[in-house]
């Protein structure tokens, strides 16, 4: 009995030995296969910071520590007029009507009146003076991120503002944000934020109104960014100095934070050539088909940003133009991407 269990236990440790060894050579195999499945980030990412992005999320235990946020009211005087000349100085609107026959560009028609972007550029400015006065750090992502690279401001057709912020400060950022005169913050503690102006429309069905700015959060350490919300899980997983130190970069009538290495994050993420029409429209949250055009197409219609580097100092001329019209000239310098100290 005792030589029956030994010889039994002997085959169980090789074939223990051998599953682990036949496993191995199966993940060898196919882990580069499964790599190419998933998003372009995910595929350049550290493998350990891909794992963190998954096991880590958004947990934010805001309804039990509500009674620790201040009761200081913020508040921010805004230029509406200046708002309102530099809109009309980067041109009208298209006009709808000119393109009822043709079914494709209709799906790139504005989905926000001049009003409504007025309304967002106002929330934008608070919000950004607000991050300033009170040494809060943010930076541009999603549409947004893309808009400033290649339109200096909203993407034409888009209707909402993506931001991400630190979620290790995610307890200062509401004591802020939940006391801006005029504002309100929606904060859950397991999805992103919205903050956005009161005295505007709500969405349906929502307690917010629009147009808003979303808030999304990560978590880092000395070598890599990675996303705590949901919405970005699959874009954002960085090495740090991808990121930091933050540019200022033009958006519309503000500079705004963007990553360092903004243009190789559009590019990896987004493309700059491919437009593609929104997929939902936040004022009301119904979906819409969304649509391919090749943005060359689209150039005589709405404000693109062109580029030319000069080969020895690495300064980039960024030039916003709508067909032959040129709106402006901005001069990048040459970044220096570092670790943060």
């Known amino acids: 009995m005792g030589i029956s269990f030994c010889c039994i236990k002997t085959c169980n440790v090789r074939l223990t ?10 993940l060898v195999g196919v882990l580069p296969l ?18 963190r992005l998954f096991i880590d999320k958004q947990e934010f235990p ?5 009674s620790r946020v201040n009761s200081r009211n913020i508040s921010v005087q805004i230029d509406k007029n200046m708002i309102e000349n530099h809109l009309l100085k980067m041109g009208h609107l298209p006009d709808k009507s000119m393109y009822e026959n043709d079914s494709l560009l209709l799906h790139f028609m504005p ?15 608070t919000f950004v003076r ?16 893309l808009g400033a690279y290649r339109h200096h ?42 903050f956005y102006k009161e005295d505007l429309l709500p ?7 629009w147009p808003f700015l979303d808030i999304f959060f990560y978590r880092d350490d000395l070598t890599y960014m990675w996303a705590l919300s949901t919405s970005i899980k699959f874009e954002l997983v960085n090495p740090i100095e991808d990121i930091f130190p933050l540019q200022l970069r033009a958006f519309e009538h503000l500079f705004v934070a963007v990553p360092c290495k903004m243009e190789e994050i559009v590019l990896l993420l987004y493309g700059v050539n491919d437009c593609y029409s ?27 940003v062109f580029r030319q580097k000069d080969s020895n100092s690495g300064t980039v001329l960024e030039t916003l133009k709508q067909g032959n019209r040129i709106f402006r000239n901005v001069s990048v310098p040459q970044q220096q991407c570092a670790r943060r100290r």
């Open 17 to 26: 030995r051998m599953c682990k060894l036949v496993l191995l050579c199966v």
């Open 34 to 51: 499964l790599k190419l499945l998933v998003p372009a980030p995910l595929q350049q990412a550290d493998s350990y910071y891909v794992f």
């Open 62 to 66: 805001v309804e039990v520590e509500s």
């Open 111 to 125: 989905l926000m009146s001049p009003r409504d972007r007025v309304n967002l550029l106002i929330t934008l400015e």
């Open 130 to 145: 607000i991050c300033e006065q009170e040494n809060l750090t943010y930076f541009l992502w999603g549409g947004s991120l």
């Open 153 to 194: 401001g909203f993407i034409p057709w888009d209707d909402d503002f993506d931001i991400v912020m630190n979620g290790s400060d995610w307890r200062r950022i509401r004591s802020v944000l939940s006391h801006v005169e005029g504002y309100g913050l929606q904060a859950p503690g397991d999805n992103h934020w919205k």
């Open 203 to 209: 969405v349906p069905e929502q307690l917010f109104t």
């Open 278 to 304: 929104p997929s939902c429209t936040h004022k009301n949250g119904n979906p819409i088909n969304s649509v391919y055009m090749p943005c060359q197409q689209l150039h005589s219609i709405f404000p693109f």
